[in-house]
């Protein structure tokens, strides 16, 4: 069973992701030993993502570089550094694989190819959501950074873009272009400088704070925010503005229809870091919540293939014992 079970929702996966950018082939000029380069895919502030093919297995592939003016940048070029280090020893089922690195003047990552992301679905009108399925998604989600916290790592950019979903549902923690380890005590980040994507960005990151493990949970917080309600918890009309209501002591209030499932919101996205979830506290009550689901009839309609075969069943039981109770009567 896939984290979406709806027939919609499966539909809509399999959409081909829509790229920010012209995807014109005559434009690349990037070369990588052992790989053909098909097009750009898609573009960030620092980075372009290619999609390419490599030669030896014919394996689609998603290929990152800096792009030529970033390169010459020196804090571009360390935090792209840095990320080639970190993704390279993560492992983990919901973390996006990595294939390989170069780390020669033109640094590059080679790593899965995925093309539907969480941000392609999230407002589609088409697509209605199951509660279970959200649940089971974030739950997902915070064991990858369950896994990444212990491993030392902060990935500090949480966000429906940078979640990306597998042929088979299951969602993928992508894109490590502004991780830090956690106890690192240097972040080569201008003084005052704000990092993250503001809508996603805990309040310590609109303090321009150091960052922890903790930012991530808020982050992620917002995500199943998001999920859950149809909307963002905040939505200012500019960065000061959104700045000012994630400093705001008080937690967002989901909509009366998911009232429920606000302990969680609660706990992910308490202001003060010593009230919030770490990303284990996480993972156990989205658990709890899933399992509650399973006895909520109003968030989780039977499986009719499942609800089939406990009637032929029972059917074939109610048989089975008629028929006993024939032979003994005529024996």
């Given at each position: 069973?896939?984290?979406?079970?709806?027939?919609?929702?499966?539909?809509?996966?399999?959409?081909?992701?829509?790229?920010?950018?012209?995807?014109?082939?005559?434009?690349?000029?990037?070369?990588?030993?052992?790989?053909?380069?098909?097009k750009?895919?898609g573009?960030?502030?620092?980075?372009?993502v290619?999609?390419?093919?490599?030669?030896?297995?014919?394996r689609?592939?998603a290929?990152?570089?800096?792009?030529?003016?970033?390169?010459?940048?020196?804090?571009?070029?360390?935090?792209?550094?840095?990320?080639?280090?970190v993704?390279?020893?993560l492992?983990?089922?919901?973390?996006?694989?990595?294939?390989?690195?170069?780390?020669d003047?033109?640094?590059?990552?080679i790593?899965?190819?995925?093309?539907?992301?969480l941000?392609?679905?999230?407002?589609?009108?088409?697509?209605?959501?199951?509660?279970?399925?959200?649940?089971?998604?974030?739950?997902?989600?915070?064991?990858?950074?369950?896994?990444?916290?212990?491993?030392?790592?902060?990935?500090?950019?949480?966000?429906?873009?940078?979640?990306?979903?597998?042929?088979?549902g299951?969602?993928?923690?992508?894109?490590?272009?502004?991780?830090?380890?956690i106890?690192?005590?240097?972040?080569?980040?201008?003084?005052?400088?704000?990092?993250?994507?503001?809508?996603?960005?805990?309040?310590?990151?609109?303090?321009?704070?150091?960052?922890?493990?903790?930012?991530?949970?808020?982050?992620?917080?917002?995500v199943?925010?998001e999920?859950?309600?149809?909307?963002?918890?905040?939505n200012?009309k500019?960065?000061?503005?959104?700045?000012?209501?994630?400093?705001?002591?008080?937690?967002?209030?989901?909509?009366?229809?998911?009232?429920?499932?606000q302990?969680?919101i609660?706990?992910?996205?308490?202001?003060?870091?010593?009230n919030r979830?770490?990303a284990?506290?996480?993972?156990?009550?989205?658990?709890?919540?899933?399992r509650?689901?399973?006895?909520?009839?109003?968030?989780?309609?039977?499986?009719?293939?499942?609800?089939?075969?406990?009637?032929?069943?029972?059917?074939?039981?109610?048989i089975?014992?008629?028929?006993?109770?024939?032979?003994?009567?005529?024996i």
């Amino acid at each position: 069973m896939t984290p979406f079970d709806s027939k919609e929702t499966t539909e809509l996966l399999t959409h081909a992701f829509q790229s920010d950018i012209n995807s014109d082939p005559s434009t690349v000029s990037l070369i990588i030993p052992g790989y053909n380069i098909v097009k750009p895919v898609g573009k960030g502030a620092t980075g372009i993502v290619y999609k390419g093919i490599e030669k030896k297995s014919g394996r689609t592939v998603a290929i990152k570089v800096l792009s030529p003016e970033s390169r010459k940048e020196k804090e571009a070029l360390y935090r792209f550094h840095r990320e080639l280090h970190v993704v390279s020893r993560l492992s983990h089922p919901y973390i996006i694989k990595i294939f390989g690195v170069g780390k020669d003047e033109k640094p590059y990552i080679i790593m899965e190819y995925l093309k539907n992301s969480l941000k392609n679905v999230l407002y589609d009108q088409k697509v209605k959501l199951k509660k279970i399925d959200v649940l089971k998604t974030v739950r997902k989600l915070a064991k990858a950074l369950e896994y990444a916290h212990r491993c030392g790592v902060i990935h500090r950019d949480i966000k429906p873009a940078n979640i990306l979903f597998r042929a088979n549902g299951h969602p993928v923690l992508a894109d490590f272009g502004l991780v830090r380890a956690i106890h690192s005590k240097s972040d080569f980040t201008k003084p005052f400088s704000i990092l993250g994507t503001p809508h996603y960005m805990s309040p310590e990151l609109c303090r321009a704070e150091k960052s922890d493990h903790l930012s991530d949970i808020y982050s992620l917080g917002v995500v199943l925010f998001e999920m859950l309600s149809g909307k963002l918890p905040y939505n200012g009309k500019n960065f000061p503005d959104l700045f000012k209501q994630h400093l705001d002591p008080s937690i967002p209030l989901l909509p009366p229809e998911v009232k429920k499932y606000q302990p969680l919101i609660d706990g992910m996205m308490a202001k003060d870091k010593k009230n919030r979830f770490n990303a284990t506290q996480a993972r156990i009550m989205l658990e709890k919540y899933i399992r509650d689901s399973a006895y909520d009839k109003n968030d989780s309609a039977p499986d009719p293939k499942r609800k089939l075969l406990f009637l032929l069943l029972s059917g074939a039981v109610i048989i089975f014992i008629i028929l006993v109770i024939l032979i003994f009567y005529y024996i």
